[in-house]
């Protein structure tokens, strides 16, 4: 399994790259690192060419995955493909960088259910009924298949929900008093 870290969106209500907005001393591209080597899994960083210099000076290029032109598609769905043309034997445990109040614990949940449960293809939590897909785990064999109806122009929408659709998907209800942890931050009036 491979940690990725999505960096790569455009910020574009923040106004800024939110991967490298600072919280305790660190970005929270780096929280987000931690929280999930905390599990014992390598993790890389999803960012788009454009941000390519200023994360080569935060961390070292291995850790890095620069988006690449292959991959017609844009947002998260463009991010884990890519990620997984890379790696295609890794089972891919995804987190959006914009989740700064992620707990390792619910990390760590979701984990222990991927390892229990290995006869789905992606697993995640859900919030009131809706997934919440930037914190879940893709298997491998799952964005295969995703992969395989982008190379083959059936995948009809370009959403981690609709991605979602298509795989057999393990799921679970956030429990009330974790949900402050999916908090997204989207705007500069939502930072601390």
Not at 151 to 166: R, V
Request: glycine content about 6%; aromatic content about 10%; hydrophobic content about 40%.
């Amino acid at each position: 399994m491979l940690g990725v870290i999505l960096c790569g969106g455009e910020s574009s209500r923040m106004g800024r790259d939110k991967g490298l907005i600072q919280f305790q001393d660190r970005t929270w591209t780096q929280l987000a690192i931690e929280k999930i080597e905390e599990l014992g899994i390598p993790v890389v960083v999803s960012i788009s060419r454009s941000q390519k210099e200023i994360y080569e000076r935060l961390l070292p290029e291995n850790k890095l995955i620069v988006d690449d032109s292959i991959i017609a598609l844009k947002g998260p769905v463009a991010a884990v493909l890519n990620v997984h043309l890379k790696y295609p034997a890794d089972d891919l445990f995804v987190l959006a960088c914009d989740l700064p109040l992620m707990e390792f614990s619910v990390l760590d949940e979701l984990y222990r259910f991927y390892v229990i449960k290995n006869l789905f293809q992606a697993f995640i939590y859900t919030n009131n009924g809706e997934p919440e897909p930037l914190c879940g785990i893709y298997t491998a064999r799952g964005l295969a298949l995703i992969y395989n109806m982008y190379y083959t122009h059936k995948l009809e929408k370009q959403s981690m929900k609709y991605i979602l659709g298509q795989l057999l998907v393990h799921s679970m209800p956030i429990p009330e008093n974790k949900k402050k942890y999916f908090r997204n931050f989207n705007s500069p009036k939502d930072v601390f």
